[in-house]
């Protein structure tokens, strides 16, 4: 059987050089790639969380892979209806998100890495959402980079893209590449398996689940026929000639700019240097000019214009009707909106982007601002980020935290800062970030001071601290928690953060890779084929368990052996024979060694 990174590096091999797949369903029956995609997933928030039984990922083991294994084999397996629920959306409204049985989603990691192993090399460079190495400051950084002199924006937005996306389409698009009936067959039922709601089943005549691991894979293959659309018939159409003419007013001006410093008249030199500056050397406006750009974050997309409004309103019109016509999709009416980029904002991954226009600001003896692409932090998300710890107006202390260690209350505090801080990086005013840092700093130290009762410069001076950053000494709030000899203290840190803009930023999503050069640390540990509690070899499974703090449950009297071993390695995991998970789920004392 070969390894699971050596399938997948053939796999894109063949994807890299347009090659079809074949026989991909065989590829379902490498028990290298399960154990591969469980040691991708079982870190996930969700995968504690049960679908319509009562099946997580505790309990795994080898035995259930080759059940699943024998049950794709013999062409038996079925998906099971996921557990519908509903999340809310910024909107008010609210989103629905599917969650599968435990053994759907490791058979749908499986799919998804075989597909985008294949796909991947093959999607289009403007596609950036769910991609190893892409993410959202990779689609806004080529905004930036590229999109220089931009007059419109057009905002695009597919109304319920998960929900409409059509199963023919998406099959028949699979169709092209993979020729293996079964693994089609596969996908077909996976997409068709419907979901439970208040215990009725409805089917899914559409859409991929939202929540379902494979779902973003498939929304970037079923979306990429758009993005060729795009690509080989919009671009080539609305983009023409090498370089805009020049302005006759500029050029007029530059003439008598020359004229008088060979008179040596100083004063008019200086006044027609003035008048030069608010004429753009170009003309604006030139017929045999045109450039359309285009970036794709996951069902968000937008196009960037040089030309006249009649044009941009044209290509909206086209995109909705090859949408309508090829993919069955419609364009969000209310979020598909043309913008003018000066006079303007698009909103777009969170950020507000603007082509920038300043005639009296002067780099290295030219106007570089001007058509020059700006991204900047709206207003209202740092307003809303701000209520989150506002009591009346006023920063407020967090009850839940209360009775937290003083360690979790500054790392959890820093945790959201630094994460909002770090996203907006590529804005020019992260400087306005400032205020958050204030707002969030004086509700961490009025969590603090009334966990000690104590005052807010009690605890400002308590924990106040100087540290070394790229940018220089910053000050911040740090606990430090001291642990035995050998091992490094645990350091919480609130703030430290240069608002200064970074060009070079990275956010990538949080993606894995799609090989791994050594082996998963709990897959070596369940296929050493050792309980690691009473050190037998025989039907191993993993105790999972949410959080560590899950292990310090009140009203447990004494803590048991296997308590005292997770705490003690600092893991959310234990393999274990089958009598000893029974026994810690029914709270039994465990046995340390069992012949």
């Given amino acids: 059987m070969q390894g699971a990174e050596t399938v997948l590096s053939i796999i894109r091999e063949r994807g890299r050089r347009g090659l079809p797949l074949e026989r991909l369903y065989r590829q379902l029956f490498n028990k290298e790639l399960f154990l591969l995609a469980y040691g991708r997933i079982y870190s996930n928030q969700g995968a504690m969380t049960p679908g319509v039984t009562t099946e997580t990922v505790d309990g ?49 990691e499986v799919v998804r890495m075989l597909l985008d192993a294949y796909y991947d090399v093959r999607f289009s460079d403007r596609s950036h959402g769910f991609r190893t190495g892409r993410g959202c400051h990779t689609a806004l950084d080529e905004v930036v980079s590229v999109w220089k002199g931009t007059h419109w924006f057009i905002e695009g937005d597919l109304a319920d893209y998960f929900g409409s996306l059509d199963h023919q389409i998406m099959v028949s698009m699979l169709a092209v590449k993979i020729h293996d009936g079964r693994f089609l067959q596969l996908i077909n039922r996976m997409l068709q398996a419907g979901y439970v709601e208040d215990w009725r089943w409805t089917a899914t005549l559409s859409g991929a689940p939202q929540g379902g691991i494979a779902s973003p894979v498939l929304s970037n293959i079923y979306l990429d026929r758009f993005d060729q659309f795009v690509e080989q018939q919009l671009i080539p159409e609305y983009t023409r000639g090498e370089q805009r003419r020049s302005e006759p007013r ?11 410093t060979r008179h040596g008249d100083r004063d008019a030199v200086r006044a027609l240097r003035r008048l030069r500056r608010s004429l753009p050397s ?26 006249p409004r009649r044009e941009a309103q044209e290509i909206t019109s086209k995109i909705g009707g090859f949408l309508r016509d090829e993919l069955k999709l419609e364009l969000s009416e209310s979020k598909t909106v043309i913008t003018h980029a000066t006079s303007q904002v698009a909103r777009f991954l969170g950020y507000e ?30 307003r809303d980020r701000c209520a ?37 990086l590529l804005a ?89 050069t050594k082996r998963n640390e709990l897959i070596r540990r369940l296929v050493a084929e050792r309980c690691e509690l009473c050190e037998t070899g025989r039907g191993l499974q993993v105790h999972h368990i ?21 705490a003690k390695r600092k893991r959310k995991t234990l393999v274990v024979c089958e009598q000893c998970h029974q026994d810690i789920h029914a709270g039994r004392a465990t046995t340390t060694t069992r012949k």
Avoid at 82 to 105: C, E, F, Q, T
Avoid at 546 to 565: F, I, M, Q, T, Y
């Fill in 428 to 516: 020019q005013d992260v400087f306005r970030l400032e205020k958050l840092r204030w707002v969030m700093e004086t509700s961490m130290l009025k969590t603090l001071a009334g966990k000690h009762k104590s005052t807010v410069a009690k605890m400002a001076r308590t924990y106040k601290a100087s540290i070394d950053t790229p940018d220089g000494p910053r000050i911040c709030f740090q606990v430090t928690v001291h642990r035995e000899q050998g091992k490094k203290p645990l350091v919480a840190r609130f703030g430290g953060i240069s608002l200064t803009r970074k060009r070079t930023a990275v956010l990538t999503d949080l993606i894995p890779i799609m090989v791994t």
């Fill in 353 to 382: 982007i603007r082509t920038q226009h300043a005639d009296t600001k002067i780099t290295r003896g030219r106007r570089a601002v001007n058509g020059a692409i700006g991204l900047f932090v709206p207003r209202g998300v740092i």
């Fill in 388 to 424: 989150r710890y506002l009591s009346q107006g006023k920063p407020a202390q967090r009850g839940p935290l209360l009775h937290d260690e003083d360690y979790t209350i500054v790392a959890k505090y820093g945790s959201e800062y630094r994460g909002f801080v770090q996203y907006y």
């Fill in 60 to 108: 795994m083991s080898l035995a259930k892979i080759d059940t699943i294994i024998e049950a794709l084999r013999s062409e038996s397996y079925r998906w099971s209806p996921a557990r519908r629920v509903y999340i809310p959306k910024k909107n008010g409204k609210k989103r629905p998100l599917g969650m599968p049985p435990w053994s759907d989603k490791l058979v749908a």
């Fill in 250 to 260: 500029y050029r007029r001006v530059e003439h008598q700019i020359a004229k008088a």
């Fill in 282 to 307: 170009q003309d604006p406006g030139d017929p045999g000019y045109r450039r359309l750009r285009y970036v794709r974050y996951c069902d968000d997309f937008l196009l960037g214009f040089a030309g």
């Fill in 546 to 566: 949410r959080k560590l703090a899950d292990l310090n449950k009140p009203g447990r009297s004494e803590r048991p052996s296997w308590v005292h071993l997770m």
